[in-house]
Nanobody
Framework: QVQLVESGGGLVQAGGSLRLSCAAS????????MGWYRQAPGKQRDLVAT???????NYADSVKGRFTISRDNAKNTVYLEMNSLKPEDTAVYYC??????????????WGKGTLVTVSS
């Protein structure tokens, strides 16, 4: 079982920056891909960025050049540096990880989400 704890959300003015963190803990063999998704009110949950264990990244077009995903494998933690924030970035941001359990099952785990609000 994996627990994900997100932090770093909050209220920021347009053009500002925030840094989200997500730490994985629990009983598992390894943490593979990690990522961030977001869900705005009344909309579906969309991918923001993902990062593999080796550091390969993927971004949604809407955040390329503004957001940076990174991870610390020793701490099982993924980060999302968000710069030049826009009101349309307002959403609940969810951390997701793909983990291998001690029984060698590959499982997806989600955090509870952290709210990011960007004021105009």
């Amino acid at each position: 079982q994996v627990q994900l704890v997100e932090s770093g959300g909050g209220l920021v003015q347009a053009g500002g920056s925030l840094r989200l963190s997500c730490a994985a803990s629990g009983s598992f063999l390894s943490i593979n891909a990690m990522g961030w998704y977001r869900q705005a009110p009344g909309k579906q949950r969309d991918l923001v960025a993902t990062i593999t264990r080796s550091g390969s990244t993927n971004y949604a077009d809407s955040v390329k050049g503004r957001f940076t995903i990174s991870r610390d494998n020793a701490k099982n933690t993924v980060y999302l540096e968000m710069n030049s924030l826009k009101p349309e970035d307002t959403a609940v941001y969810y951390c997701k990880t793909v983990a291998v359990s001690r029984a060698s099952y590959v499982m997806n785990y989600w955090g509870k989400g952290t709210l990011v609000t960007v004021s105009s």
